[in-house]
C-alpha cells in the first residue's frame, strides 16, 4: 500500500478537459494518482465530498508594487488574497514597485522580497522602456516570464511608455532571447491629446476620462503591435483587451500564423461604463470599462476560445490617489485579484468549468510553457489546487478581502463558489480563512 502526504477524498476533478469525480494523492508535493477510489494510506485525508477541485489558478498578470510602494500593496496582503481566491501562482509586472524591474538589480530586489513573502508561487515580467534595451539579456538570465511595454502612459514616471524604435528594437531582443513580449496597447499620441485637451476645458469628469480612450486607440496599438510581431517574428501578447473587436484582431492574427495571445480581465466582462460612473474611482481602468454591446462581443469571444487566458491586472493604490475631483488625476487601477475564479463562476454561467480552468491555468501554461507541473491536475503535475464550494453564494463584504486597502468593485457583488481550501506543491496555504506561512518560489521557465 502506498504511503501518501495528502489524499483529497470524494471530490470533482475539473480540468481543462473535462470535470469527473475520482480521489486525488499527493506526495512529495506533486499529484501521484488520481483514481475513482484510492486505498493507499495517508498522512492527511481531506473529505472533499461536495467540492470541486480545480487546477490551482495562475494570475498573469498582476501589480504587488513591493518593493519600494509596498504600502500599495505588497507580497504579504496581495499572495493572501491570492491564496484566498484559489490562485496558487502569479506573474508580477514590472512596474508600480520602486524601482521598476528593469536589469538585474532591480530583478533581484524583487525576487528577494517575494521569495521573503510571497505565500503562493510567482514569476516576474521584466520590462522595455526608451533606455533599457542592453539590459533585455541579463533580465532574460535572470528568469523574466518575458518583457512588457506601455504603447502609453504608464501613470508612473519611472516607467517610461516606448515609441515605435524602443518596441521594434525590443521586440528585435526578445525574439533573440526567446522571449514574449506583452503590450499595454493603446495608441498614446491618441489619449494623451484627448486628455490634456478635456483638462484643458475643464473636462474632468468620468465620461470625460472614458472619452479620452476611446476603442480605436487600443484597436490601433493591437493592430501595430501585431504589425511589428510579424515583421520581427517576436512572440506577442496583448494584455487586458477591454473589447470584442480587439480580441478578433488577435484570433484574425492567429489564423494567419502570427504568434500572438491575448487575455482579458475580469472588469471588462462584469462591468461596464456605467459602473464607472456609478462606483467611481474604485473602478477606473485603462483602457477604460466600455459599454454593454462592446462587452457583449467580448462575452462572445471568450467563450468562442478566443481569449487565451484571464488576468485581473490587480493594480492597487492607497486610498489617497483614488480621491480627487478631477477623475483624469485619480489613480487607474482595479484591486480584484481575490475575486478572479468566483466572479467567472459566478457571471460566466455560460462558460463550462472545463473552460474557467482552461482561462485560469492550462491556458497560461501552455503560452508560457510552463511544461506538464504547472497549471494541470494531472499524475506528474505539482500538486497546486483548489478546492471550491460551488453550493455557497456569498456577499464580498470590504472586510473580507486580504488587500492593502480593502476596496474593489466587486465589493457588495453576491458571487457562487467559495474556495475553502488553496494547496501549492502539497501544502495547504489557505483553509477556511486561515493562512500558513509562506511558501512561494520563483517558477522557472523556458525560452521560445
Ligand atoms: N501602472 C498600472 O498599473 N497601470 C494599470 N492600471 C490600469 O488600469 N491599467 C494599467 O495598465
Ligand atoms: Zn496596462
Ligand atoms: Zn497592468
Redesign the pocket.
Given at each position: 500500500m502506498s504511503t501518501y502526504d495528502l489524499l483529497l477524498r470524494g471530490g470533482t476533478l475539473v480540468t481543462a478537459e473535462s470535470v469527473f469525480p475520482a480521489d486525488l494523492a499527493i506526495a512529495e508535493g506533486q499529484i501521484v494518482e488520481i483514481a475513482p477510489e484510492l486505498t493507499g494510506s495517508s498522512r492527511e485525508i481531506v473529505d472533499a465530498r461536495g467540492l470541486h477541485i480545480f487546477p490551482g489558478l495562475i494570475d498573469a498578470?498582476v501589480?504587488f508594487n513591493e518593493p519600494g510602494r509596498t504600502e500599495w500593496e505588497g507580497f504579504i496582503t496581495g499572495s493572501r488574497a491570492l491564496a484566498a481566491g484559489g490562485v496558487t501562482a502569479f506573474f508580477d509586472?514590472p512596474l508600480n514597485a520602486s524601482p521598476p524591474t528593469l536589469d538585474r538589480a532591480s530583478f533581484a530586489l524583487k525576487y528577494q522580497a517575494a521569495r521573503a513573502n510571497s505565500l503562493v508561487d510567482f514569476a516576474f515580467w521584466g520590462g522595455i522602456v526608451p533606455d533599457n534595451l542592453d539590459c533585455l539579456e541579463e533580465l532574460a538570465e535572470c528568469g523574466v516570464i518575458g518583457f512588457k511595454a506601455f504603447m502609453s502612459n504608464s501613470g508612473i514616471d519611472d516607467f517610461a511608455a516606448v515609441d515605435d524604435v524602443t518596441l521594434y528594437e525590443g521586440m528585435l531582443r526578445a525574439a533573440q532571447l526567446g522571449k514574449i513580449v506583452a503590450v499595454?496597447a493603446e495608441n498614446d499620441q491618441m489619449t494623451s491629446t484627448l486628455s490634456q485637451q478635456a483638462i484643458a476645458q475643464g473636462k474632468t469628469g468620468i465620461r470625460d476620462y472614458l472619452a479620452s480612450r476611446p476603442v480605436i486607440a487600443e484597436l490601433e496599438a493591437i493592430s501595430r503591435a501585431i504589425l511589428f510581431a510579424q515583421e520581427v517574428g517576436c512572440a506577442l501578447h496583448i494584455?487586458?483587451v477591454s473589447t470584442g473587436r480587439g480580441v478578433a484582431m488577435v484570433a484574425e492574427a492567429r489564423l494567419h500564423g502570427i504568434n500572438v495571445s491575448c487575455e482579458t480581465c475580469p472588469h471588462y466582462l462584469v462591468l461596464t461604463e456605467e459602473d464607472m460612473e456609478r462606483l467611481g474611482a474604485v473602478a477606473k481602468c485603462a483602457p477604460p470599462l466600455r459599454s454593454q454591446s462592446e462587452q457583449a462581443r467580448l462575452w462572445e469571444h471568450v467563450r468562442a476560445g478566443n481569449v487565451q487566458f484571464v488576468t485581473t491586472?490587480h493594480?492597487p493604490a492607497p486610498e489617497a490617489l483614488k480621491q480627487s475631483e478631477n477623475f483624469f488625476a485619480v489613480w487607474g487601477g482595479i484591486s480584484g485579484c481575490q475575486s478572479l475564479l468566483s466572479l467567472l463562476i459566478t457571471e460566466g454561467s455560460q462558460l463550462p468549468l472545463s473552460q474557467i480552468a482552461a482561462l485560469t491555468s492550462a491556458g497560461i501554461a501552455s503560452r508560457f510553457q510552463l511544461g506538464s507541473h504547472k497549471g494541470h491536475v494531472c499524475v506528474g503535475a505539482d500538486a497546486d489546487l483548489c478546492l471550491v464550494d460551488l453550493n455557497v453564494h456569498f456577499r464580498l463584504e470590504p472586510e473580507q478581502l486580504y488587500y492593502r486597502h480593502q476596496q474593489s468593485p466587486y465589493t457588495g457583488r453576491t458571487m457562487r463558489g467559495r474556495v475553502v481550501r488553496t494547496i501549492v506543491r502539497g501544502s495547504t496555504v489557505f483553509h477556511n480563512g486561515n493562512f500558513t506561512t509562506h511558501r512561494g518560489q520563483l517558477i522557472t521557465v523556458a525560452t521560445m
Amino acid at each position: 500500500m502506498s504511503t501518501y502526504d495528502l489524499l483529497l477524498r470524494g471530490g470533482t476533478l475539473v480540468t481543462a478537459e473535462s470535470v469527473f469525480p475520482a480521489d486525488l494523492a499527493i506526495a512529495e508535493g506533486q499529484i501521484v494518482e488520481i483514481a475513482p477510489e484510492l486505498t493507499g494510506s495517508s498522512r492527511e485525508i481531506v473529505d472533499a465530498r461536495g467540492l470541486h477541485i480545480f487546477p490551482g489558478l495562475i494570475d498573469a498578470h498582476v501589480h504587488f508594487n513591493e518593493p519600494g510602494r509596498t504600502e500599495w500593496e505588497g507580497f504579504i496582503t496581495g499572495s493572501r488574497a491570492l491564496a484566498a481566491g484559489g490562485v496558487t501562482a502569479f506573474f508580477d509586472m514590472p512596474l508600480n514597485a520602486s524601482p521598476p524591474t528593469l536589469d538585474r538589480a532591480s530583478f533581484a530586489l524583487k525576487y528577494q522580497a517575494a521569495r521573503a513573502n510571497s505565500l503562493v508561487d510567482f514569476a516576474f515580467w521584466g520590462g522595455i522602456v526608451p533606455d533599457n534595451l542592453d539590459c533585455l539579456e541579463e533580465l532574460a538570465e535572470c528568469g523574466v516570464i518575458g518583457f512588457k511595454a506601455f504603447m502609453s502612459n504608464s501613470g508612473i514616471d519611472d516607467f517610461a511608455a516606448v515609441d515605435d524604435v524602443t518596441l521594434y528594437e525590443g521586440m528585435l531582443r526578445a525574439a533573440q532571447l526567446g522571449k514574449i513580449v506583452a503590450v499595454h496597447a493603446e495608441n498614446d499620441q491618441m489619449t494623451s491629446t484627448l486628455s490634456q485637451q478635456a483638462i484643458a476645458q475643464g473636462k474632468t469628469g468620468i465620461r470625460d476620462y472614458l472619452a479620452s480612450r476611446p476603442v480605436i486607440a487600443e484597436l490601433e496599438a493591437i493592430s501595430r503591435a501585431i504589425l511589428f510581431a510579424q515583421e520581427v517574428g517576436c512572440a506577442l501578447h496583448i494584455v487586458h483587451v477591454s473589447t470584442g473587436r480587439g480580441v478578433a484582431m488577435v484570433a484574425e492574427a492567429r489564423l494567419h500564423g502570427i504568434n500572438v495571445s491575448c487575455e482579458t480581465c475580469p472588469h471588462y466582462l462584469v462591468l461596464t461604463e456605467e459602473d464607472m460612473e456609478r462606483l467611481g474611482a474604485v473602478a477606473k481602468c485603462a483602457p477604460p470599462l466600455r459599454s454593454q454591446s462592446e462587452q457583449a462581443r467580448l462575452w462572445e469571444h471568450v467563450r468562442a476560445g478566443n481569449v487565451q487566458f484571464v488576468t485581473t491586472d490587480h493594480s492597487p493604490a492607497p486610498e489617497a490617489l483614488k480621491q480627487s475631483e478631477n477623475f483624469f488625476a485619480v489613480w487607474g487601477g482595479i484591486s480584484g485579484c481575490q475575486s478572479l475564479l468566483s466572479l467567472l463562476i459566478t457571471e460566466g454561467s455560460q462558460l463550462p468549468l472545463s473552460q474557467i480552468a482552461a482561462l485560469t491555468s492550462a491556458g497560461i501554461a501552455s503560452r508560457f510553457q510552463l511544461g506538464s507541473h504547472k497549471g494541470h491536475v494531472c499524475v506528474g503535475a505539482d500538486a497546486d489546487l483548489c478546492l471550491v464550494d460551488l453550493n455557497v453564494h456569498f456577499r464580498l463584504e470590504p472586510e473580507q478581502l486580504y488587500y492593502r486597502h480593502q476596496q474593489s468593485p466587486y465589493t457588495g457583488r453576491t458571487m457562487r463558489g467559495r474556495v475553502v481550501r488553496t494547496i501549492v506543491r502539497g501544502s495547504t496555504v489557505f483553509h477556511n480563512g486561515n493562512f500558513t506561512t509562506h511558501r512561494g518560489q520563483l517558477i522557472t521557465v523556458a525560452t521560445m
